[in-house]
């Protein structure tokens, strides 16, 4: 689930790639964990292939891994 703190949105690596699929329409898009930071790989509609780091976060209380929603809208909004 989608976790709101201090207004900023945080989505694990599941909701990230459903987030991104349908927000930004690729075709499709896997995460994997590279030295302390998640790497998107992912391809456009216009059959493009991309890859970009994010910094990983881990919320308190929390064993998962999350992606801040402002990072991935700002590369994506810039790309696409």
Known sequence: MV???KDEYY???SETIDY???AYKLKWCMTRW???KIRITFE???RQRGNVK???YKCSKSNIVRLRKFDMDR???SEY
């Open 3 to 5: 976790r709101k703190i």
């Open 11 to 13: 989505l694990n690596r």
């Open 20 to 22: 991104l699929t349908s």
């Open 34 to 36: 590279e030295n302390g």
């Open 44 to 46: 456009g509609s216009d």
């Open 54 to 56: 994010f910094d990983a």
């Open 75 to 77: 590369y994506f909004l």
